[in-house]
């Protein structure tokens, strides 16, 4: 998939299948991430996009196929593995502990030793760049608006200071306003030269903040390509934004 003589990709998969039990939720996905770039997975519910990301988390067992990071493979590597070879997952729903502070959410963020090395750093960094967590970090987490947790979940994930920051469906469930302020936090946060890779059913918005997209339906990706072309895609229009 990478051009001769060119780096090789920060995450690649070739031909990942996977699924549960006996449905496959995923057939033959290639997929590449570059250092430094925003991609994003867009598709329809049940297209596979969680599974996707599962799957390069280590919490699904890919049936087929290679999975590489930093050109090392990551199939038979343990999910708690991750973390500490610089990936961090932000999954679907957040997933914070409600009766922990905010700031000790974030501390279970920095569990790998050399985030633990730099937590005072690192803490520094997320209330910067949220300064809402910094007025909130005594708060029980499970007391936070939907958009300020979303914010908690990513901030948590940052902590680890990842090579790669994996985000499932952040605008899940939020109000419109709120939506946009999670875009423009993603869109922020790859400006500070994180690598992402997005998973989400909000087309129009996630193709304005993100360099490159794949397109997955029904468990295989039918397109890809820059955002500003797959925006302009007659089918996606029609198919997926209504216009």
Same mark, same amino acid.
């Given at each position: 998939?990478?051009?001769?003589?060119?780096?090789?990709? *920060? *995450?690649?998969?070739?031909?990942?299948?996977?699924?549960?039990?006996?449905?496959?939720?995923?057939?033959?996905?290639?997929?590449?991430? %570059?250092?430094?770039?925003?991609?994003?997975?867009?598709?329809?519910?049940?297209?596979?996009? &969680?599974?996707?990301?599962?799957?390069?988390?280590?919490?699904?067992?890919?049936?087929?196929?290679? @999975?590489?990071?930093?050109?090392?493979? *990551?199939?038979?590597?343990?999910?708690?593995?991750?973390?500490?070879?610089?990936?961090?997952?932000?999954?679907?729903?957040?997933?914070?502990?409600?009766?922990?502070?905010?700031?000790?959410?974030?501390?279970?963020?920095?569990?790998?030793?050399?985030?633990?090395?730099?937590?005072?750093?690192?803490?520094?960094?997320?209330?910067?760049?949220?300064? !809402? @967590?910094?007025?909130?970090?005594?708060?029980?987490?499970?007391?936070?608006?939907?958009?300020?947790?979303?914010?908690?979940?990513?901030?948590?994930?940052?902590?680890?200071?990842?090579? @790669?920051?994996?985000?499932?469906?952040?605008?899940?469930?939020?109000?419109?306003?709120?939506?946009?302020?999670?875009?423009?936090?993603? %869109? !922020?946060?790859?400006?500070?030269?994180? &690598?992402?890779?997005?998973?989400?059913?909000?087309?129009?918005?996630?193709?304005?903040?993100?360099?490159?997209?794949?397109? *997955?339906?029904?468990? %295989?990706?039918?397109?890809?390509?820059?955002?500003?072309? @797959?925006?302009?895609?007659?089918?996606?229009?029609?198919?997926?934004?209504?216009?």
């Amino acid at each position: 998939m990478a051009e001769p003589g060119a780096a090789p990709p *920060l *995450l690649e998969l070739s031909g990942v299948d996977a699924g549960y039990g006996s449905f496959q939720a995923l057939f033959a996905v290639d997929l590449e991430v %570059r250092a430094g770039e925003a991609v994003a997975v867009i598709g329809p519910n049940g297209a596979g996009k &969680t599974t996707l990301l599962r799957t390069i988390s280590r919490l699904v067992e890919p049936r087929a196929g290679e @999975l590489r990071f930093l050109g090392r493979s *990551l199939v038979g590597v343990p999910p708690h593995r991750l973390p500490a070879l610089g990936i961090a997952h932000v999954p679907e729903n957040r997933r914070l502990f409600p009766a922990m502070s905010v700031e000790e959410n974030l501390v279970m963020g920095a569990f790998p030793p050399a985030a633990r090395a730099r937590f005072r750093e690192r803490l520094a960094f997320v209330y910067e760049l949220f300064p !809402r @967590l910094r007025e909130r970090r005594r708060q029980l987490a499970g007391t936070l608006s939907g958009g300020e947790q979303q914010m908690c979940a990513i901030g948590r994930g940052l902590m680890s200071g990842p090579r @790669l920051l994996l985000l499932d469906e952040p605008s899940a469930g939020l109000a419109p306003v709120i939506v946009q302020q999670v875009f423009e936090l993603v %869109r !922020r946060i790859s400006a500070e030269g994180y &690598t992402v890779l997005i998973v989400e059913q909000n087309i129009r918005q996630v193709l304005k903040i993100v360099d490159r997209a794949y397109l *997955l339906e029904a468990g %295989r990706i039918r397109a890809r390509g820059a955002a500003a072309e @797959l925006l302009a895609s007659e089918h996606i229009r029609k198919a997926y934004i209504g216009l």
